[in-house]
């Protein structure tokens, strides 16, 4: 059942303001499960339960998610909703006029999301994958939350449910002879439907799916390339040797 009431969260929150902010913490290392079928499996499902009812992801067409690993049927029964077909492009249910007058701004188009926030402070999907998991109760908030990694967010923790609440913790440490605090790490202060090391795993693929969705080809582009480099290097050999073989008479 897809999560209606979290999905406007993410549309609340998910700006393009928010969007462009960068790390304010060092990044956590997203798992690397692009060429995994069943993690990407799984972050389709939550993508589409708890993101596509305010985000759309309009230069994805339900169908390519074939390449996944999914049939027709699969995506139809399970991705897509009552009146989409499964040629259409992934559109938001959410009118476009409605959330810019309700929230300020239309929630950006999430396709390229995962490429869009590479920055120096690391690669995108470790940028969604630590915004994910860093968001906090903040009672001094408007939406009551907050995140590490995005200082004052506007977005609500779009995954609360799984999650469930916690806190950070810190801890005193002395820079340029100055005691400041550093984050240590979280305590759980309400358990959502999911234990940490589940929702964490969940979150992964939902980053993979992500970052599988902004480049659906890389995967064979990488493999192509491979025997590209493979061919290359041999010709290499080959010339090589050949002009040895047409020169070697000559003085």
């Known amino acids: 059942m897809k999560k209606i009431l979290l999905a406007l969260g993410l549309a609340l929150g998910m ?17 690397q499960r692009t060429n995994d079928m069943a993690a990407l499996q799984n972050g389709a499902k939550l993508f589409v339960n708890y993101c596509l ?16 690993g999914l049939n027709d049927k699969q995506i139809a029964e399970n991705l897509t909703f009552a009146t989409d077909k499964i040629g259409d492009t992934m559109k938001a ?3 476009p006029a409605m959330a810019k007058a309700w929230f300020g701004k239309v929630p950006p188009d999430l396709t390229l999301v995962a490429r869009s926030r590479s920055s120096k402070a690391g690669p995108g999907p470790d940028y969604l994958y630590t915004l994910l998991r860093t968001y906090y109760r903040d ?6 939350w907050n995140n590490k990694a995005f200082p004052n967010i506007g977005m609500p923790n779009p995954l609360w449910e799984l999650q469930g609440e916690q806190k950070p913790v810190y801890r005193k440490v002395m820079s340029h002879g100055q005691e400041v605090e550093v984050l240590a790490g979280w305590e759980q202060v309400k358990p959502g439907t999911m234990t940490p090391a589940e929702y964490d795993q969940n979150v992964g693929d939902l980053v993979a799916y992500l970052q599988w969705m902004a480049e ?3 995967n064979s582009r990488v493999r192509i390339g491979v025997w ?3 061919f290359l290097g041999f010709f290499t050999v080959v010339a090589w040797r050949l002009n040895a073989a047409y ?4 003085k």
Do not use: E, Q
């Open 93 to 95: 249910a959410i009118d």
């Open 53 to 68: 009812n305010c985000h759309s992801a309009a230069f994805m067409r339900y169908n390519r998610l074939r390449d996944i």
């Open 228 to 230: 590209v480099l493979i």
């Open 15 to 31: 700006s393009g303001a928010a969007l462009a902010a960068g790390a304010s913490i060092p990044l956590d290392k997203a798992p």
């Open 216 to 218: 659906p080809a890389a």
């Open 139 to 144: 009672d001094t908030k408007p939406t009551g």
């Open 247 to 250: 020169w070697k008479d000559v």
